[in-house]
């Protein structure tokens, strides 16, 4: 076989502004061709996948995860996570720094994208913005972009000093690329557990509040509004990751409106859940920035309907189950988030706020392509990389965290009902994914 | 304020999914009404019964006492109460074990399970630690002060205070939702550390007290009110004169993290002295305080010795009533 066809599907792609009943043909790992149904019907040299009912999509993107690797195996490998990812639909994953050693280094990153990982997809990475991700000592910005870098972050941690968080805005825009910032200033979340409010205080922990987030947002625009009216040549790209409240999201808003290059993720999480899932202290509901209140939620989901919000990110961060299970203020922030990620943007976003399938797949895959420079994915015009998702969007089915491909199952929705199911995924023209039930 | 008291009704306590060891009692949250009487009446059979005959109750039983915080009280009248009992029971502090070597919680648990322990009473720094402790070893666990979050006993043992203190009613009065219609109950202090201000406030009102809580906002936060059906007043004055009972709270000088607070300030706004309820507090108003006291700060000594208040007569009803939670958490029919 030399090629596949997916055959009867409903073709979704925001690029090329495509939402018909298309075959898709894929050769030598390209996007070959994509005509009325039945058009591809003579060939006879490729292998058959049948989309009837489904999407057929670029395949998902997500430009914050957490693979673990190197040095914390035990809570995930770049194998596991990114079959993981394979099953939830994403074909491209952004790999956080935050590994030990912490990848700030050309051999780090190396090594993190060498084939010798067996990553079931395309694994990207954001290496640290300062040595350590220690805040003070900018890393090789120049000769981690040659390796492949898509960005910089010191993720887990805010760059909190503002004149190295300049500097790494300032760098980056240079190479054409986003200093992806964890927006949390710790001198109001010390000791946070939790996000500040009434389930805070009745469960008796410590509450982090929204300022946290919103004051280094702000402060952080501040820095990308001096650099872009001092250096009129750039176009200084600040990406705030996991925005998880109101104020935040209205500095983002405002920033948009006056044509600074700021962009921002929403995670799964944030526009399901509220600080009411913390329940009985389930340190699978503990994740930084933490659920939020229900204003905060709506706000959210609010900016993703205007379009504040430009792409949907997992913040997918498996921990051991010996890990978690532990006193709330002890466990480790982070749940998983890749097998949920579709199932719950359509059951939240699309089945009950009304955002069409089209722009879940355009927050999910076109958008978060071109954040990250991207021309060649997120997109089905041919020639482009054949990375492809079929999900059925009518699916209705209940998240197994048992049935998981990631090495952790530390998830607050298991159980949960999810809508809309991946039933392949395809990535460089090969089928990294394939549901049972998808017959062929 | 009336948007975060909305807030706070919307926010009704999640019910828990997870089966919990009948017995255990890791929250006020978890009682019913019927389940506070029962205890609150096998306190009342357990005081009456023979020595003999109470001894015999938890005979060949064990009981083991978990304690990751310092405690006076609340250690010393459980181990009583499980003795009393006729109960073998085994204390294991942190300052004392393999907690110090880094044994987990769930580990510590599962250990004290296979020396045989069929209960555990539990304090712990962190909030929300018995439930992992009842979740991980399935044994019946009574909590005995999760960090800022519950100590149910103690407000089962301020209820029994109230009932034999306040006119009209008794120890033995039946308790049910209109049971203490007409009393106002003010607590005072450290609200934001206090899980036993946490604890009151959200027993009390279901037996149909009026709950105050009254404290400068670093103590008492506007969030105090997802805590459920309370009132927050800042003048204890104002606050004070329409009180039956006036709840006295430490200030937790140990869990006091980033706040300032004037303490010369705070003892010219809100100690309880003698000469203030005189001037201020109806006649009969009960004191209590569930200890430790600081005299001379939140209370004056003068106040704190004085017949209106309550103080040593809690400590005796915590006896009283842990005998009973214990014997509940056992399942021995009294």
């Known amino acids: 076989m030399s090629g596949l066809l997916i055959r009867n599907g409903r073709v979704v792609d925001p690029a090329n502004g495509v939402d018909e009943l298309r075959d898709v043909l894929l050769?030598?790992?390209?996007?070959?061709?994509?005509?009325?149904?039945?058009?591809?019907?003579?060939?006879?040299?490729?292998?058959?996948?049948?989309?009837?009912?489904?999407?057929?999509?670029?395949?998902?993107?997500?430009?914050?995860?957490?693979?673990?690797?190197?040095?914390?195996?035990?809570?995930?490998?770049?194998?596991?996570?990114?079959?993981?990812?394979?099953?939830?639909?994403?074909?491209?994953?952004?790999?956080?720094?935050?590994?030990?050693?912490?990848?700030?280094?050309?051999?780090?990153?190396?090594?993190?994208?060498?084939?010798?990982?067996?990553?079931?997809?395309?694994?990207?990475?954001?290496?640290?913005?300062?040595?350590?991700?220690?805040?003070?000592?900018?890393?090789?910005?120049?000769?981690?972009?040659?390796?492949?870098?898509?960005?910089?972050?010191?993720d887990g941690k805010?760059?909190?000093?503002?004149?190295?968080?300049?500097?790494?805005?300032?760098?980056?825009?240079?190479?054409?690329?986003?200093?992806?910032?964890?927006?949390?200033?710790?001198?109001?979340?010390?000791?946070?557990?939790?996000?500040?409010?009434?389930?805070?205080?009745?469960?008796?922990?410590?509450?982090?509040?929204?300022?946290?987030?919103?004051?280094?947002?702000?402060?952080?625009?501040?820095?990308?509004?001096?650099?872009?009216?001092?250096h009129p040549d750039l176009k200084p790209h600040l990406h705030v990751q996991h925005v998880s409240t109101g104020a935040a999201l209205q500095a983002i808003r405002r920033a948009k409106a006056d044509g600074l290059r700021v962009t921002c993720e929403a995670a799964p999480h944030h526009f399901t859940l509220t600080d009411e899932a913390v329940g009985d202290y389930n340190t699978n509901a503990k994740m930084n920035p933490p659920l939020r209140a229900e204003e905060d939620r709506r706000a959210l989901i609010e900016a993703i309907l205007d379009g504040t919000v430009d792409c949907i990110a997992t913040d997918h961060a498996p921990h051991a189950s010996?890990?978690?299970?532990?006193?709330?203020?002890?466990?480790?922030?982070?749940?998983?988030?890749?097998?949920?990620?579709?199932?719950?943007?359509?059951?939240?976003?699309?089945?009950?706020?009304?955002?069409?399938?089209?722009?879940?797949?355009?927050?999910?895959?076109?958008?978060?392509?071109?954040?990250?420079?991207?021309?060649?994915?997120?997109?089905?015009?041919?020639?482009?990389?054949?990375?492809?998702?079929?999900?059925?969007?009518?699916?209705?089915?209940?998240?197994?965290?048992?049935?998981?491909?990631?090495?952790?199952?530390?998830?607050?929705?298991?159980?949960?009902?999810?809508?809309?199911?991946?039933?392949?995924?395809?990535?460089?023209g090969r089928i990294v994914y394939r549901a049972r039930s998808v017959a062929s | 304020m009336a948007e975060l008291a909305k807030r706070a009704a919307a926010t009704e306590s999640a019910p828990s999914h997870f089966p919990y060891a009948a017995g255990g009692l890791l929250t006020v949250e978890h009682l019913s009404l019927e389940d506070v009487g029962g205890i609150l009446r096998d306190t009342s059979k357990l005081e009456q019964m023979k020595i003999a005959e109470r001894v015999a109750l938890l005979a060949s039983r064990t009981i083991a006492l978990l304690f990751y915080e310092s405690s006076t009280r609340t250690r010393t009248s459980f181990e009583l109460a499980a003795k009393s009992l006729g109960a073998t029971t085994t204390l294991v502090s942190d300052k004392s074990s393999s907690i110090e070597k880094g044994e987990s919680l769930k580990d510590t648990g599962l250990t004290l399970r296979a020396l045989g322990a069929e209960a555990i009473v539990l304090r712990h720094p962190s909030s929300g630690a018995p439930f992992l402790l009842a979740r991980t070893t399935g044994l019946p666990v009574l909590n005995a002060g999760d960090g800022m979050h519950?100590?149910?006993?103690?407000?089962?043992?301020?209820?029994?205070?109230?009932?034999?203190?306040?006119?009209?009613?008794?120890?033995?009065?039946?308790?049910?939702?209109?049971?203490?219609?007409?009393?106002?109950?003010?607590?005072?202090?450290?609200?934001r550390h206090s899980r036993v201000a946490r604890s009151n406030a959200m027993l009390l009102p279901r037996l149909g007290a009026r709950v105050i809580l009254c404290g400068p906002p670093e103590l008492l936060p506007e969030e105090a009110l997802g805590i459920g059906d309370v009132e927050i007043e800042r003048d204890f004055d104002r606050a004070l004169r329409q009180a039956n009972v006036a709840m006295m709270l430490r200030i937790q000088k140990e869990r006091l993290a980033g706040t300032t607070l004037d303490l010369g300030q705070y003892i010219a706004r809100y100690q309880l002295s003698s000469e203030r309820y005189g001037q201020v507090a109806q006649p009969g108003t009960v004191v209590m305080h569930?200890?430790?006291?600081?005299?001379?700060?939140?209370?004056?000594?003068?106040?704190?010795?004085?017949?209106?208040?309550?103080?040593?007569?809690?400590?005796?009803?915590?006896?009283?009533?842990?005998?009973?939670?214990?014997?509940r958490a056992l399942g021995v029919q009294v």
């Open chain 1, 27 to 154: 050769r030598e790992a390209r996007v070959a061709g994509i005509e009325k149904p039945g058009s591809f019907a003579e060939l006879r040299d490729v292998e058959v996948v049948d989309a009837k009912g489904c999407i057929v999509a670029p395949g998902f993107i997500d430009v914050h995860v957490h693979l673990r690797e190197p040095g914390q195996g035990h809570k995930e490998t770049i194998a596991s996570g990114t079959a993981a990812a394979a099953a939830g639909g994403f074909t491209t994953v952004v790999a956080m720094p935050n590994t030990t050693p912490v990848n700030d280094s050309v051999e780090v990153l190396q090594w993190m994208l060498s084939p010798d990982r067996n990553a079931a997809i395309r694994v990207l990475a954001m290496p640290a913005a300062t040595i350590g991700s220690a805040g003070e000592v900018q890393t090789d910005f120049a000769a981690l972009a040659t390796e492949g870098a898509v960005g910089f972050t010191d």
């Open chain 1, 158 to 230: 805010p760059i909190l000093d503002p004149s190295i968080m300049r500097a790494a805005l300032l760098k980056a825009a240079k190479l054409g690329l986003p200093i992806s910032q964890h927006a949390e200033d710790p001198r109001f979340s010390h000791g946070a557990i939790m996000n500040h409010g009434t389930v805070a205080f009745r469960l008796g922990l410590r509450g982090y509040p929204a300022v946290a987030e919103s004051s280094i947002v702000e402060r952080d625009i501040a820095l990308v509004r001096e650099i872009a009216a001092s």
């Open chain 1, 322 to 428: 010996w890990e978690k299970e532990v006193e709330f203020d002890r466990a480790p922030n982070g749940i998983t988030g890749l097998e949920t990620a579709l199932g719950l943007a359509l059951r939240v976003l699309h089945r009950q706020h009304g955002l069409t399938v089209q722009r879940v797949v355009a927050l999910m895959s076109t958008q978060p392509a071109q954040l990250i420079g991207l021309s060649d994915r997120g997109t089905l015009r041919v020639g482009a990389e054949a990375d492809i998702v079929v999900f059925d969007p009518t699916a209705e089915w209940n998240f197994e965290a048992s049935h998981s491909r990631s090495k952790s199952k530390n998830t607050p929705f298991d159980g949960a009902e999810m809508l809309g199911r991946v039933r392949a995924t395809i990535c460089s």
């Open chain 2, 150 to 191: 519950q100590h149910p006993t103690q407000a089962l043992l301020d209820l029994r205070t109230m009932l034999a203190r306040l006119p009209g009613l008794s120890v033995d009065s039946a308790i049910h939702a209109k049971t203490l219609t007409g009393i106002t109950v003010v607590i005072t202090g450290d609200i």
């Open chain 2, 290 to 327: 569930p200890g430790p006291i600081i005299r001379g700060l939140e209370i004056t000594g003068e106040m704190a010795d004085a017949s209106h208040s309550t103080i040593e007569e809690q400590v005796a009803q915590g006896l009283a009533v842990r005998r009973a939670v214990l014997v």
